[in-house]
């Protein structure tokens, strides 16, 4: 997948380069800076630094990668954190684009960066985190490349307390272990849709039932500026007979595509370019092309990251994966942290990728 945050040690890193999180003059320093120096063999790399001499806040310079199992090394100036009002975060997202410019000017098809800044330099690490994931996926917008965000401490990653909070309360709500949740869900998926007409209009449904039989339903307070519930759209509200007849009239007709017929067919009922969904879905290129192929065969975490670019509803999503042998389960941490960003409509790739690495699962795309 073209961007991955992984735990490891920036050292062991087999891409074309790795980035160093230097110093204005170039020297060994301690931290990410003088392991780098040492694994690269000090001497020879001081020697090559020496000769460029010293490089601007901001800015970015490349060396040989020497005994490093890479090409190259560039070294990246971020900024030493002081207020955070005195250009901080602008002076990092620069270190971060001036290095992928680099990188790109030769010709490097990977590279691995440390988080930037948040060592001895005292950056916040939640913050020197958006930053970077904001520089990349931008580069990435407009550019081929892997890119590796590697951490040495998995606690260098932190998800904000209420998305946590949020997350948490969720699992604990929905986890089962029985593993039984999906045939459940089917059965109960009409009558969730129903709730939800009933409490936009009772009154749409007098003549059909009473109010004590509507199931009642434990509701989550998802409450925050990132989290709104999303509001009912008015194509929901026609009968339940009606949208059974509509969701079976569509069924029978597209129960014989393939999950690339699928995919391509939704890439254009939502209106959006193929490129919008690759970029958008964490997924190269190339492997998008083999997508074409009707026999194609994603993994899950692919397909579920193609769900999320194409901005699927839970159902849609459930319907996608249906047609490449999976299916979502409430046994399944990984299946239930999706589950929360669909259903609140938050489809940022970077954000759901941040939090699957915070709860130690596998992340998506390809």
């Known amino acids: 997948m073209p961007f991955q945050i992984i735990h490891n040690d920036i050292t062991k890193m087999n891409t074309d380069a790795i980035v160093n999180a230097a110093n204005s003059y170039l020297q060994q320093g301690g931290g990410v800076c003088g392991a780098i120096f040492q694994a690269a063999g000090a001497e020879f790399l001081k020697k090559e630094c020496d000769e460029i ?4 806040i901001g800015h970015a310079v490349i060396t040989k990668g020497y005994q490093l199992p890479v090409k190259y090394i560039i070294h990246a100036v971020g900024p030493i954190w002081k207020s955070g009002d005195q250009g901080e975060d602008m002076l990092l997202a620069m ?18 960066f440390p988080l930037i800044s948040s060592g001895i330099y005292g950056y916040p ?23 590796y965000l590697v951490v040495f401490d998995r606690k260098a990653i932190s998800l904000s307390e209420k998305l946590f909070t949020q997350i948490n309360h969720y699992i604990d709500t929905y ?4 593993g039984e949740y ?26 059909r039932v009473s109010k004590k039989t509507k199931r009642q339903r434990n509701k989550i307070d998802f409450e925050s500026d990132q989290f709104e519930e999303a509001p009912i759209e008015d194509a929901l509200c026609y009968s339940m007979q009606e949208s059974a007849t509509r969701c079976l009239e569509d069924v029978m007709k597209q129960i014989d595509e393939t999950f690339s017929e699928m995919l391509f067919r939704l890439i254009d009922e939502k209106g959006k370019a193929d490129v919008e969904v690759y970029k958008r879905a964490n997924i190269d290129r190339k492997l998008f092309s083999k997508m074409r192929n009707k026999e194609y065969q994603p993994k899950k975490s692919t397909a579920l990251a193609l769900a999320i670019a194409l901005e699927l509803s839970l159902d849609e999503t459930k319907d996608f994966l249906m047609k490449a042998g999976y299916t ?4 399944n941490r990984f299946d239930l942290i999706i589950r929360f960003f669909i259903e609140n409509k938050r489809f940022d790739m970077y954000v759901i990728n941040e939090t699957l690495f915070t709860y130690d699962q596998p992340l998506l795309g390809a």
């Open 53 to 56: 001499g010293s490089c601007p």
């Open 95 to 112: 270190a971060y684009r001036n290095s992928l410019e680099l990188a790109k000017e030769y010709h490097l098809t990977s590279v691995s």
């Open 125 to 147: 690490k939640d913050e020197a985190l958006q930053i970077a994931i904001s520089a990349i996926s931008e580069f990435l917008l407009h550019n081929e490349m892997n890119i």
């Open 175 to 178: 986890y089962e272990d029985n």
């Open 182 to 207: 999906e045939d459940r869900n089917r059965l109960n998926r009409s009558s969730n849709e129903f709730d939800q007409i009933y409490d936009l209009n009772p009154n749409l449904f007098s003549d």
């Open 328 to 331: 979502l389960s409430n046994s």
